[in-house]
């Protein structure tokens, strides 16, 4: 069974490309990233940069990463057979919805796979304009941007799972043999 629940730091590849021709990369870094999966069906996921990998990652990720910026997805499908989930990004968080660092509003999906350890890929692009609100960072997305702006491009993100301290995963196969258990 697929995890439903989890937050996990990953080592992940990022390569930054235009808005409005995504295979044309400008730019590649390492990042850290913590993903969370929640909800009461693990249809959320939350997706956020963490700072710089500063040297090759190894096992483990430092213990004080922390969210800075969170795109936002909802579960459109999920297989079992395939140990894989496909999440939309969203451009507006939905109401009810808080995340950990500023929300970045993005357009585009993420592929959580689930076999030897978690990995994902996401093919994203965003536009939006910075600002604050409150003393915290806001942006807001912008449906149709300039040409060439500075708030507008595409990522493409490949990351796996590493230790972290601050890791939790949920156990669906200990839940469910325990469920096997007391019906008995």
């Known amino acids: 069974m697929l995890a439903k629940a989890f937050v996990i730091a990953m080592a992940a590849d990022i390569a930054r490309s235009d808005y409005a021709k995504p295979t044309l990369?400008?730019?590649r870094s390492r990042e850290w990233l913590i993903?969370?999966?929640?909800g009461p069906e693990?249809?959320?996921l939350s997706i956020a940069t963490?700072?710089?990998i500063m040297e090759p990652a190894g096992l483990s990720a430092p213990g004080a990463i922390a969210p800075i910026h969170s795109l936002f997805g909802v579960l459109v499908s999920e297989s079992e057979?395939?140990?894989?989930?496909?999440?939309l990004l969203v451009r507006q968080l939905p109401t009810p919805i808080e995340l950990?660092?500023?929300?970045?509003?993005?357009?585009?999906?993420?592929?959580?796979?689930?076999?030897?350890?978690?990995?994902?890929?996401c093919e994203t692009r965003y536009s939006h304009s910075c600002g604050w609100l409150d003393g915290k960072e806001v942006?807001?997305?912008i449906p149709d941007p300039a040409p060439s702006s500075a708030e507008a491009m595409a990522w493409h993100i490949e990351a796996?799972?590493?230790?972290?301290?601050?890791?939790?995963?949920?156990?669906?196969?200990?839940?469910?043999?325990?469920?096997?258990?007391a019906a008995g």
Not at 100 to 121: E, N, S
Request: aromatic share 14%; hydrophobic share 40%.
């Open 25 to 27: 990369i400008r730019s």
């Open 160 to 181: 796996k799972r590493c230790n972290w301290i601050g890791e939790f995963v949920s156990a669906p196969l200990l839940r469910e043999r325990r469920a096997i258990y």
């Open 35 to 38: 993903a969370c999966r929640w």
């Open 139 to 141: 942006r807001k997305d």
């Open 100 to 121: 950990a660092g500023t929300f970045f509003p993005a357009d585009g999906y993420v592929l959580v796979q689930q076999r030897d350890t978690i990995r994902l890929v």
């Open 50 to 52: 963490a700072g710089s």
């Open 42 to 44: 693990g249809e959320y």
């Open 81 to 87: 057979t395939d140990a894989a989930s496909t999440f």
